[in-house]
């Protein structure tokens, strides 16, 4: 018995050493996701298979983005132990900062793609539906990027006494209005059009621009600039 138990233990010690030898000689191209995933529970799981625990988890979870984007109380649900939660989550960290470097230091406005990519990842696979405010100065630099609450985008006129308060206490000049839908589908409500336009009608007032309303789902993003409703 122990001679089998220490072959099955050779075997994945092997198994880890082709992974991460093929990870700092290639680099993460030609990795297939449940092998990411794979290795980060090695990390934190010894001497135990994780790939088929891998597979499992982002078949469950639906692929890889919405598995790193899980709470740590979801995760734990699956039975994740939080050595392994925090491998994840700080994968997910990681890829997020690497997104966001790329829109810093630039006006916004012509970093648009890699502004979209970085909210997708960011807030695409959230369960919880989250409104997010990109205040921007008169460069169209990003001052702040800031999360003002979660749920719905109902009582309008609420939210947007709140945004502007906000944009005029950083001395923000314009600002950018991002929420996900956590159906997947992004196409706009008649709550989300009616909050973009009072916050258009409020800005103008106090001299705030909105550039636009922009919403992400699993199965993409809308801009309602883009769509002609702003």
């Known amino acids: 018995m122990n001679e089998h138990v220490t072959k099955i233990e050779q075997d994945q010690a092997g198994h880890r050493?082709?992974?991460r030898k093929r990870l700092l000689d290639a680099g993460p191209d030609g990795f297939h996701d449940y092998e990411l995933i794979e290795?980060?529970?090695?990390l934190t799981i010894p001497r135990v298979d994780t790939k088929a625990r891998a597979k499992k988890l982002i078949e469950q979870?639906?692929?890889?983005?919405?598995?790193?984007?899980?709470?740590?109380?979801?995760?734990?649900r699956e039975g994740l132990t939080d050595a392994s939660?925090?491998?994840?989550?700080?994968?997910?960290?990681?890829?997020?900062?690497?997104?966001e470097t790329k829109v810093q230091h630039r006006p916004v406005l012509s970093s648009w793609d890699a502004l979209c990519d970085y909210l997708h990842a960011a807030m695409a696979h959230s369960r919880v539906e989250e409104v997010r405010?990109?205040?921007l100065n008169a460069k169209n630099m990003?001052?702040?990027?800031?999360?003002?609450?979660?749920?719905?985008?109902?009582e309008a006129s609420v939210h947007v006494r709140e945004v502007i308060a906000r944009?005029?206490?950083?001395?923000?000049?314009?600002?950018?209005?991002?929420h996900n839908h956590p159906s997947g589908d992004p196409t706009p409500s008649q709550q989300d059009i009616r909050l973009t336009r009072d916050l258009v009608e409020a800005g103008r007032h106090m001299k705030v621009m909105v550039h636009d309303h922009v919403i992400v789902g699993a199965n993409g993003r809308t801009s309602m600039r883009a769509?002609?409703?702003?």
């Open 17 to 19: 050493a082709r992974l």
């Open 85 to 99: 939660i925090a491998a994840l989550k700080i994968a997910e960290a990681t890829a997020l900062r690497l997104l």
């Open 142 to 154: 990003l001052i702040a990027n800031e999360a003002l609450w979660q749920g719905s985008v109902d």
């Open 167 to 178: 944009a005029i206490a950083l001395g923000a000049t314009a600002l950018i209005i991002v």
């Open 133 to 135: 405010i990109l205040f």
């Open 39 to 42: 290795y980060l529970l090695a």
């Open 61 to 76: 979870f639906g692929g890889i983005g919405p598995l790193l984007s899980a709470s740590a109380e979801v995760l734990r």
């Open 227 to 230: 769509m002609g409703l702003i």
